[in-house]
């Protein structure tokens, strides 16, 4: 039976309905339905009920600071369950990267520009509370943009732990509609551990969404299309660099992604 870890930047029903959205919920279910055994991630974002949705806080993970440029960043776990399939949800919060605001974009359109922290401190974030849990997974995979530097982190910065040494990393891309500066000093926020400012020394200094995307692909195993044509330049990318890629599979996805899984 495949251990498989889920993270996700969108989850339905938690947020508004997107393709990302619900293959952050379907792709889980679909897992869990044929024998995997499941956990789930995702942000706690700021528009999300969690009187709706049901979330209360996790007090044993939670209290733990993610350190970013110096400054520490408390880590607040939550957790629900999905209707019906009751897949459990855990929520990554903090108060000055979620609480209180939406995914990328703020009330007028314009992206945050401390996405790329936020994604930083999201990947940590996660990985920490994987090992907390005490859970070793044998696929990692993530969906979205927000899990983009998680393949990173676990090549360079977490490599070493038992918990992650044999796991294989799947990345999901989607259509990027707000591509964008995601912070200018990104390089030197994402230091930790093995990771410096060096190993990102071919990109710019001044970090866009898609930069990310290309990230993913560098550090994944596999890439996979969430909709058509999603991102033709990482695709690309990611066959150049000889990574397993599978095409958008189209709506009925299940034996694409269970074959995917089994030869990744």
């Not at 929520?91 to 401390?114: A, K, Q, V």
């Not at 596999?222 to 150049?240: K, L, R, S, V, W």
Request: glycine share 6%; proline share 5%.
């Amino acid at each position: 039976m495949k251990k498989i870890l889920y993270i996700n930047t969108e989850t339905s029903p938690y947020v508004a309905e997107s393709a990302l959205a619900t293959m952050g919920k379907a792709v889980p279910e679909m897992a869990q339905s044929n024998g995997c055994e499941i956990r789930t991630f995702m942000p706690k974002w700021g528009n999300i009920n969690e009187r709706r949705g049901q979330l209360h806080e996790m007090q044993r993970l939670s209290g733990m600071n993610i350190i970013i440029n110096g400054t520490d960043h408390p880590l607040i776990i939550k957790v629900a369950s999905i209707p019906v399939s009751r897949v459990q949800v855990y929520f990554i919060d903090n108060e000055d990267y979620f609480t209180h605001r939406g995914l990328e974009c703020d009330s007028n359109g314009e992206l945050y520009p401390d996405n790329g922290e936020r994604a930083i401190f999201y990947a940590r974030g996660v990985l920490e509370i994987t090992k907390k849990l005490k859970w070793t997974p044998d696929i990692i995979h993530c969906q979205g943009w927000m899990a983009s530097l998680v393949p990173l982190y676990l090549k360079k910065a977490y490599n070493d732990e038992p918990c992650f040494r044999d796991v294989k990393i799947i990345t999901s891309i989607d259509k990027i509609e707000n591509d964008g500066i995601i912070g200018e000093n990104f390089k030197n926020s994402i230091e930790y551990k093995n990771i410096t400012a060096e190993d990102l020394a071919e990109y710019n200094d001044s970090f866009s969404m898609n930069d990310l995307c290309k990230i993913a692909a560098e550090y994944s195993d596999g890439i996979i299309e969430i909709t058509a044509g999603a991102n033709p330049e990482i695709m690309d990318m990611a066959q150049t660099l000889g990574k397993k890629t599978l095409p958008y599979p189209g709506e009925d996805f299940t034996e694409a992604y269970k074959e995917f899984y089994e030869t990744i």
